[in-house]
């Protein structure tokens, strides 16, 4: 799952992007207004924590104008500014949740893992596809009840797959949702590990949609 | 102590007692005199009729009382004498008063045996009668007079004290009432009390207590809004502090985790940056004491200072280094608060200042002042920023190496005002990137001939290097 964490303080930046990595997420870290605008823009990500107090542009200034432009992806606030009025200035602005600092880590991956449920319109919290259970949180994935080892960026495309249920994700969708900025990954990367999840889950279950894309397929 | 109304109806009282009084001697004297003319003029009257009963041959035939009684001192009674012109006493309405035969014609005052007889005299061709009156009866009826009229005096000044009591009373009740009104303040509530209903004279002492109130507000409102600042400013290290140690939590190889380690290490030598700094500006703060007055050597500090830092600057490849020339710089200061505006320069300088650019402490002469400037060849400040930048908290919006706390400034500004210097943002040194750096430039007054030299303090640096 692809994240943007807009951060101006390199430390709490550097610590928040390398907790949220290890939680699972693939994060592009922007740290000022106007990178946080571009990136938004460009619509890859589940989720945004977004800080207020920014450089070059106010995070709320960028929040609002995002919502203006028909955004829709999930956003996260995260900021010292903690009064009621500022709380609901952010809801108010579009924020889906507000967190004060200073935020606890594994508080921070729930909420955000709950935001991307709900955006995804389901609601309980694991993904699942017949007999086939993804827990996003957790990290764990289940056919017919027996535990399968995948590969951080296996488990990333099977979620991707999994979150829209029915949706078709094009190669190009996969990457955007898989790598971040300073990724390279090979041209034939997302077909390679499709593969590999095919050998570990199944070959009906990745299903090809030709000239589209990939889709989970229900499973038995 | 007699508070002042009872001091007021006190004074009343007795200015009121005493017109009382004088009012009754007024009386007494006035009545005196009116009483002396209407009886005086019954006397001459007396006289005359008499004289012309003599006159007419027809002596006067009154009763003569019998011989031997005293005369008659307490009625208005008249006696009356008649002589012949050869002094012979024919007649006397009291035997037994001894008027002497008066020569002259008119009134006067006899001092007889009996006490003072008032006395007129006439003459015909032939006889001298005289009619008089005893005095003491006169003064007696004045007496009673001016007593009577006493009476109503005094009755007045039970009346009148309850009146002017009331009155003051009345009067001080706004009073009363401020004094209420102030007694009701407290640190959370400071407004101003009423003045306008009070008195003239009170209202300069509560017009004061106003301005004080305000200034007190003023400086709780500078405190509070120093703290809310401070609190806040202090959870973005220590979120960061958190966040690190969660990283620690959940590092599990010995690389990854000396690593979060040393982030860790790093964010709490940031936090507790702030705290020292938050300290010191509270020590600086308005209602601070007046600095120490002593002979600072400044060229000596300036060496001090880079020596302090220089390790840093090497780590940052900064070259940073002191230009002091022949200047021999003294100022009159407290050399602990001046070494913290010093560091506090520093520090901002080597924040802003990229790898192999340079740092330069100068000293210069001013006049009657001595100068002493930093100057870095980092990106520099922009004019409209070069106010805002002093505010506390305030970081520069272009993303410089290494966060600030945003108080350098503040607690540089606090020392230079405190010191009664004067501090100037210039353009510093250019670099290669055509940045025009920025140059801090504090002038401060020369110490004076005699002043004592400031002892050598140790300054706990707190972790300068880590920054």
Redesign the interface.
Known sequence: MRLLLVED????G???A??LQ?AGFTVDWA??GRAAELSIANGVYQAVVLDLAL??KDGLDVLREARDRGEVVPVIVVT??DSVAERVAGLNAGADDYL???????ELVARLHALIRRHAGRATPRYECGALVLDPVARRVQLRGAAVALSGREFAILAALMRVPGAVLSVEALEDAVYGWHDEPDSNAIQVHVHHLRRKLGADIVRNVRGCGYRIAEVQ | MISLRGRLLLWSLGALGVGAVLIALATFAISLQQMNEVLDGELRQSALTLLSHYQAGRPADPAAPPGGTDPDLDSLALATQVWTLDGRRIFASQPSLELPMARIQGFETVVTRHGPWRVYTDRSAHYLIQAAQAMAVRQRVAAAVALRSLVPSLAAVPLLALLLAGALQRRLRPLRRAADAVRQRSATSLEPVEVAALPGEVRPLLESINALLAQLDRALSAQRRFTADAAHELRTPLAALRLQLQIVGSSHDAASRADALDDAARGLARATRLVEQLLQLSRLGPDAPPPRRERVDLAALARSVVADFSRRADALGIDLGVEAGPVAASASGDAEQLRVMLNNLVDNALRHTPRRGRVDLRLRDAGRRVAIEVADSGAGLPDDERERVFRRFYRADDGSCGPGTGLGLSIVRAVVSSHGGRIELADGLSNAEGGRGLAVRITLMRAEPGAEAARRTEYHRCDLERG
């Open positions: 303080d390199p430390m709490i550097k610590a928040a390398l907790g290890r740290r000022d450089p070059r010292a500014r004060v600092k200073p935020f606890d880590l594994d």
